[in-house]
C-alpha cells in the first residue's frame, strides 16, 4: 500500500505471533509421513512373510508328491506279489489236474488191472503225498516270506509315512501360525490405513477452515482500513485548505505592518487615516462574519488535525501489523498448497493399499473357500487314504493257550531287537489285566520299564500301538482330542485323536490297539479324561462328539462328521511316576482300573528263542479269556469268598474300605485268566487284595500303626481260613511299608 502524503510512517513494525493451527498442521504432516513409513515397512514384511508361506507351501506340495510317489512304488511291488500269489496259484491248480488224471488213471485199472493198479496206485499216492507237501512246504514259505515282505512294506511305508506326515504338520503349522501373523497384520494395516484417511480427511477440512478464517479476517480488516484511510485523507484535505487560507491573512497583515515601518507623521497619519478608514470597512465585513464561529471552527479544525495525525500513527501500525499478517498467511497458504500435493500423493498411495487390501482380501477368500473343499480333519483323511490301511492283516483263526501265550510273548520280548525281560508273572498279570478293565495303570519309579511292557507285549502279539506324551497343563478334553480352528477351518488333531481313529482302520480293526498314554498324571485324569472314563464305565454306543456339526469333506469313519466312536479293540494304558512333579489318582479313576506296580529291580530271564506269533485278533482274544472264565470259575469264587469272610468287616472298620459289584466283576475275570495263563489262585489273589483294596491304605495318615497291625492279622487269618496256601506277600508288604510311614 502507497505511503499517505504528508504524514510520516513507522520504520519498525511488530510481527504478530504465530498461529497456532500452523503447528498442528505441521505436526499432522509429520505423522502422516511417519505413518506413511511404518505402513510402508509392514507392507514389506507382510509381503516377505507371504512369499515365505508360498515357499513353504510348495515344499510342502513336493513332501507329498514323494510321499504319492513312494506309495505308487508301495502299490506296484504289492501287485507283484499278487502276481506271485496267482502263479503259486496256477501252480496248484495244475497239481490238483495232475491228481485228477491219477484219479482216472486209477478208474481205468479197475477194470482187470487190480494188482497192476494197486502198485500203481500206492506209488502215485506217495508221488502225490511228496507233490503235496512240497506244495504245502512252498506255500507255507511263500506264506511266511509274503508276510514278512508285506511287514517289512508296511513298516517302512509307516515309518516314511510318520516322517513325511510330521514334516507336513510342522510345515502345515508353520503355515497356520504365518497365516494367523498375516491376518494380523493385515488387519493393522487396514487399521493404520483407516487412521491414515481420518488423518486426511481432518487435514483437509482444518485446511478449508484456515482458508476460510484467512480470508474472512483480512477481508474483513481490510475493509475497515479503507474505510478509515478515506476519512482520514478527507479530514487531513479540509484541514490543509483551512490552514492554507489562514496563512494568506496572516501573510497579508504581515505586509500591511511592515509597511507602516518607513512612514512619517503625516503619511503615518494619513496611513492611520487609511487604516481606520479601512479598518471600519474591516469591521463591517467583520460585522458581517461570525467572528467567535471562526475561531471555533479553526480549534476544531486544528483538534480535528492532531486527532487525524494521531489516528494516523494508528493506521500506519495497524498496516504494518496487517501487511506482517498478511506475509504469514502467504506461507500458510503455501504450506497448504504443499499440503495439498503431499494429500494428492498419500491418496494414490491409500488407493494402492486399499487395492493390495483388496487383493489379500481375494486371495484370503479364494484360500478360504479352497480349504472348505479339503477335510477339515487332514491326518484321518490322509490315513483313509493309505493303502496299508485299507488291508486288514491276517490273524490267527484259533484262540491261543493262555499259559504258551505268555511263555512265547516272554521269549519274543526277550530276544527281540530292543530286548526287554520281564519275569513270567508280571507277563501273566498283564495279559489278565486286558480280561478286567479297557483301562490299565503301570505305577513304578523311572527306569522300571512302564512304557516299555505295552509296546514290547503289542509287537509280540502283532497288536497296534501308539504313544502319547501327557502335558502337564491338559485340563480338558480339547487337550485329549483337539480343538477346531474357526479361522483356518481345520481341527487341531492332536496324537491322540490320530492313533484312536488308526485303532478303527482295517489294518487295525481286527487287532488289538493299545494306546500308551506316558505320564498320565502329569495332569488330573480326572479332567481331561472325563469323557472315556464315562465310555468305559457305561459303553452307551454313542460317538464322542467333536465338533457341533460337519465341515468340509469329513473323514469315513467319523459318525456324521462330527463324532468318533470308542473302538471294542482300543486299550488305554497310563504309566505313572509317583513323585513330587506328578498328581495322584483319584479312587473312581483306581476302582475302574488295572493297576500293575513294577518292581524297582530288573529281572534276568532265561527263555528260549522262539519263532514269531501269526497276530492275535480281538476276538480270538476274546474267546481264549471267556474259556479261561469258564474253566476257573470255581477258584475265582473262592477268592471272592476270602473277601467275603472276616476280612470284609474288618477292612470297613478299621480302614473304612468297602467295594461293590465292579470289584467283584473284575476279580472273577482276573483270576480266571491268571489261572488260565498258567498262575495260581494265591498269586492273583494276593494282586487283587493288594492293588485293589490295601492300596487305599497308602497316603490316609488319620489310620495309625496298630490298626494296620490288626489289619494284617485279619488278612493272615482270613488267608488261612479260605484255604489258600502260602502268605499274600504283596499285601503284607504294603502293610509293613505304611506302618513304617506311621
Known amino acids: 500500500m502507497a505511503a499517505i502524503e504528508g504524514i510520516e510512517q513507522p520504520e519498525d513494525t511488530e510481527v504478530p505471533p504465530p498461529d497456532p493451527s500452523l503447528d498442528e498442521l505441521r505436526n499432522a504432516i509429520s505423522a502422516a509421513r511417519q505413518s506413511k513409513i511404518i505402513y510402508e515397512k509392514a507392507a514389506d514384511s507382510a509381503r516377505r512373510r507371504q512369499d515365505t508361506a508360498e515357499q513353504d507351501s510348495k515344499r510342502a506340495q513336493d513332501a507329498r508328491d514323494s510321499a504319492h510317489r513312494e506309495t505308487e512304488e508301495a ?28 484219479t482216472t488213471r486209477e478208474l481205468a485199472a479197475e477194470a482187470g488191472f487190480r494188482e497192476q493198479q494197486e502198485k500203481v496206485t500206492a506209488e502215485q499216492r506217495r508221488e502225490l503225498d511228496r507233490v503235496s507237501q512240497e506244495i504245502s512246504t512252498a506255500w507255507e514259505v511263500f506264506a511266511a516270506q509274503q508276510d514278512e515282505e508285506r511287514q517289512r512294506i508296511r513298516e517302512r511305508l509307516e515309518r516314511e509315512h510318520a516322517d513325511r506326515t510330521a514334516d507336513i504338520e510342522v510345515r502345515e503349522r508353520d503355515l497356520s501360525e504365518q497365516a494367523t501373523a498375516f491376518a494380523k497384520q493385515r488387519g493393522q494395516l487396514r487399521a493404520e490405513a483407516g487412521r491414515l484417511e481420518v488423518k486426511a480427511e481432518d487435514l483437509t477440512a482444518e485446511r478449508d477452515r484456515l482458508e476460510l478464517r484467512v480470508r474472512a479476517v483480512a477481508g474483513r480488516e481490510l475493509d475497515d482500513l479503507r474505510q478509515q484511510l478515506a476519512t482520514a485523507q478527507a479530514l487531513v484535505e479540509v484541514a490543509n485548505q483551512e490552514a492554507d487560507r489562514v496563512r494568506q491573512q496572516m501573510t497579508k497583515r504581515e505586509r500591511e505592518w511592515a ?11 494619513q496611513r492611520l487615516r487609511e487604516v481606520e478608514d479601512n479598518n471600519a470597512a474591516l469591521r463591517d465585513e467583520l460585522a458581517q462574519r461570525p467572528a467567535m464561529d471562526a475561531v471555533r471552527h479553526l480549534r476544531e479544525i486544528a483538534d480535528a488535525h492532531r486527532g487525524c495525525e494521531a489516528q494516523l500513527e494508528d493506521l500506519r501500525y495497524a498496516k504494518s501489523r496487517l501487511e506482517a499478517e498478511i506475509g504469514a498467511t502467504k506461507l500458510g497458504v503455501a504450506d497448504l498448497e504443499r499440503l495439498r500435493d503431499s494429500e494428492s500423493s498419500y491418496r494414490l498411495i491409500i488407493d494402492a493399499y486399499k487395492a493390495s487390501v483388496r487383493d489379500l482380501e481375494d486371495r484370503y477368500g479364494e484360500l478360504t473357500e479352497r480349504k472348505s473343499r479339503v477335510s477339515a480333519f487332514p491326518s484321518c483323511s490322509r490315513l483313509d487314504a493309505d493303502p496299508g490301511m485299507r488291508i486288514p492283516l491276517r490273524t490267527a483263526a484259533d484262540p491261543p493257550d493262555l499259559a504258551d501265550l505268555v511263555g512265547h510273548v516272554q521269549s519274543l520280548m526277550a530276544h527281540a531287537p530292543e530286548p526287554r525281560q520281564y519275569d513270567d508273572r508280571n507277563v501273566r498279570s498283564f495279559l489278565a489285566g486286558l480280561a478286567t478293565s479297557h483301562l490299565h495303570l503301570l505305577e513304578g519309579i523311572s527306569g522300571t520299564g512302564k512304557t516299555s511292557l505295552p509296546r514290547a507285549f503289542a509287537m509280540a502279539i502283532g497288536a497296534g500301538h501308539d504313544l502319547v506324551e501327557v502335558q502337564a497343563g491338559w485340563r480338558d478334553r480339547h487337550d ?32 488289538p490297539f493299545f494306546i500308551v498314554l506316558d505320564e498320565m498324571n502329569l495332569s488330573h485324569v480326572e479332567y481331561y479324561f472325563a469323557d472315556l472314563l464315562s465310555k468305559l464305565e457305561n459303553p452307551d454306543g454313542k460317538p464322542i462328539e467333536l465338533l457341533p456339526a460337519p465341515v468340509g469333506e469329513p473323514p469315513q469313519r467319523l459318525v456324521g462328521g462330527t463324532g468318533i466312536r470308542l473302538p471294542d479293540n482300543v486299550w488305554f494304558i497310563g504309566t505313572a511316576n509317583n513323585d513330587e512333579t506328578t498328581l495322584t489318582f483319584a479312587d473312581k479313576t483306581y476302582d475302574r482300573a488295572y493297576l500293575l506296580e513294577l518292581p524297582a529291580t530288573r529281572v534276568s530271564v532265561k527263555t528260549e528263542p522262539r519263532p514269531a506269533l501269526t497276530p492275535l485278533s480281538t476276538q480270538a482274544l476274546t474267546v481264549a479269556f471267556d474259556r479261561a472264565k469258564a474253566d476257573h470259575k470255581e477258584d475265582a469264587e473262592k477268592v471272592l469268598a476270602f473277601f467275603n469272610t472276616d476280612l470284609r468287616p474288618a477292612l470297613q472298620r478299621l480302614c473304612g474300605i468297602g467295594w461293590g459289584p465292579r470289584l467283584e466283576e473284575q476279580t472273577r475275570a482276573y483270576v480266571a485268566v491268571v489261572r488260565g495263563a498258567g ?49 499274600p506277600g504283596a499285601s503284607i508288604t504294603l502293610l509293613a511299608d505304611e506302618k513304617l510311614k506311621r
Open 75 to 102: 502299490r506296484r511291488q504289492l501287485r507283484e506279489l499278487q502276481e506271485q500269489t496267482a502263479t503259486l496259484k496256477a501252480s496248484s491248480e495244475a497239481m490238483d489236474a495232475r491228481e485228477q488224471t491219477i
Open 259 to 269: 509597511a507602516f515601518g518607513g512612514l512619517g507623521a503625516p503619511d503615518t497619519y
Open 480 to 511: 485329549l482330542f483337539g480343538y477346531y480352528n474357526t479361522f483356518e477351518r481345520t481341527f487341531h488333531e492332536t496324537k491322540f485323536l490320530k492313533a484312536l481313529y488308526t485303532a478303527g482302520l482295517p489294518a487295525f480293526a481286527n487287532r
Open 679 to 727: 498262575g495260581t489262585m494265591e498269586e492273583a489273589a494276593d494282586h487283587v487284595l493288594a492293588t485293589k483294596l490295601l492300596r487305599k491304605v497308602r497316603g490316609r495318615y488319620q489310620i495309625r500303626g496298630e490298626q494296620l497291625s490288626n489289619v494284617k492279622d485279619v488278612v493272615l487269618r482270613s488267608w488261612k481260613q479260605a484255604g489258600l496256601r502260602g502268605d
